[in-house]
């Protein structure tokens, strides 16, 4: 068993409701607001979002890239020429960097797998063949030079059986072990375990107290959002946190629901990512006080209103929803807009929970968040939501 002996990080929990905490995560390239969401610029870019929005316009504090992507284009010695992803696509606050092993899922026809690693035919060129293995991953995270970066982990479904999940729950602890060795630089990133188990609560126990022995700086909650029951996920979501050290971050990977990031944090986790909010835009939907709501519903053609009721990002300060819907499906800028729009949205939802919490007002804050969001919904709040809600000690019946 190998043990991280070095962080590069500090995290600071400044007040708590029940299970739901705000803090202050400390990183090399500056101080992370949680609990926060991640927007994703999966090559070191989002599609109409520059930097300088992200930072200026938006006030993000770290984004989300892909080290298998990173790999394949720009390239390893690309980015360590730049001087690392920072440099290169010019962003002065916080990367993480997923390691690759969601790849092994969403690609799972152009790889295989095995104990050293997984083998991936790339799918830009299918003669290049290439072996990503934990060392690998680290090396290249490395040369990128992400604040944190996540270990190589087997990455599953919850969905799939119980002998594949026990599998790769046990290989992702494995494989953390050869990525504390392979590690060169943790007095400037920091690494990441990602627990596994699917929604097996006793699988996921076993897990954490494996993961917790290794004493990385931070830990993700692994292989969720595909496809699990809801409840299945809160209660997963929920025993991981009461598992996790108080005073380290935990990371749910993978959720860009609304909803799902609210939950999540009055749960006590502290982190979250998806491609949903970008994803989303191009398909013209946005985050909105009331739900997502999408362009092409004609009944909103003709709103002069911002976006979101009360939202203070670029796009709702300056544009109606009406301009932005008449630009939709025959000018880019719509998309550019309503990508801006939902990122702020989910980073701004969760720093108005921070500011609930450390106000005395959580309860009622996320009541009425719960109960707007969910207006237009013919069977109001989900059930779910309420039922996770009950474990935070906030009803809403």
């Known amino acids: 068993m190998q043990r991280c002996t070095v962080s590069a990080l500090k995290f600071r929990v400044q007040a708590k409701f029940n299970r739901c ?7 090399p390239h500056g101080p992370v607001r949680t609990p926060v969401y991640m927007p994703v610029g999966t090559k070191g870019a989002m599609r109409g979002v520059l930097s300088k929005s992200l ?10 890239s892909n080290t298998y992507h990173l790999f394949l284009k720009p390239g390893e010695e690309m980015l360590k020429q730049a001087g690392g992803l920072h440099k290169f696509m010019n962003w002065n606050r916080n990367v993480l960097t997923d390691s690759g092993g969601f790849q092994i899922v969403s690609l799972g026809a152009l790889n295989t797998l095995d104990e050293e690693g997984v083998t991936f035919q790339s799918h830009l060129d299918p003669s290049q063949v290439f072996k990503l293995t934990p060392e690998r ?10 604040d ?3 270990q190589l982990d087997d990455v599953v479904p919850a969905t799939v059986g119980e002998e594949r999940v026990r599998e790769a729950m046990h290989r992702s602890v494995r494989w953390l072990d050869r990525c504390i060795l392979a590690h060169k630089n943790s007095e400037k990133q920091n690494l990441f375990a990602i627990i596994q188990g699917g929604t097996d609560l006793e699988m996921r126990r076993e897990c954490c107290e494996e993961m917790v022995k290794r004493n990385t700086p931070g830990y993700a909650i692994g292989g969720m959002a595909g496809g699990e ?4 996920y809160w209660k997963t979501v929920a025993r991981c946190c009461e598992l996790l050290p108080e005073d380290k971050p935990r990371y749910v990977m993978g959720i860009g629901y609304a909803e799902d990031c609210m939950i999540s944090a009055l749960l006590g986790a502290d982190m979250f990512d998806c491609v949903f909010a970008t994803r989303t835009a191009r398909f013209g939907t946005a985050f909105t006080k009331y739900g997502m709501i999408k362009m092409k519903k004609e009944k909103d053609a003709e709103k002069f209103g911002p976006l979101s009721e009360g939202c203070t990002c670029y796009a709702c300060q300056n544009f109606s929803w009406a301009y932005i819907s008449s630009l939709f499906r025959r000018n880019s800028s719509a998309i550019q807009l309503l990508s801006i729009h939902n990122i702020h949205f989910l980073i701004h939802m969760l720093r108005d929970l ?16 719960f109960k707007n969001y969910f207006r237009d919904e013919k069977e109001g709040v989900p059930v779910w939501i309420k ?6 000690q906030i009803n809403m019946d």
């Open 387 to 392: 039922n996770a809600l009950k474990e935070c």
């Open 21 to 27: 905490r705000v803090g202050v995560l400390e990183l």
């Open 229 to 232: 029951d809801k409840e299945d």
């Open 354 to 369: 921070r500011e609930a919490v450390v106000e005395g007002r959580t309860e009622s804050f996320a009541v009425e968040f």
């Open 137 to 146: 991953s680290m090396e290249i995270q490395n040369a990128i030079g992400s």
């Open 148 to 150: 944190i970066m996540m």
């Open 55 to 64: 930072e200026e316009e938006i006030d993000c504090d770290i984004m989300l």
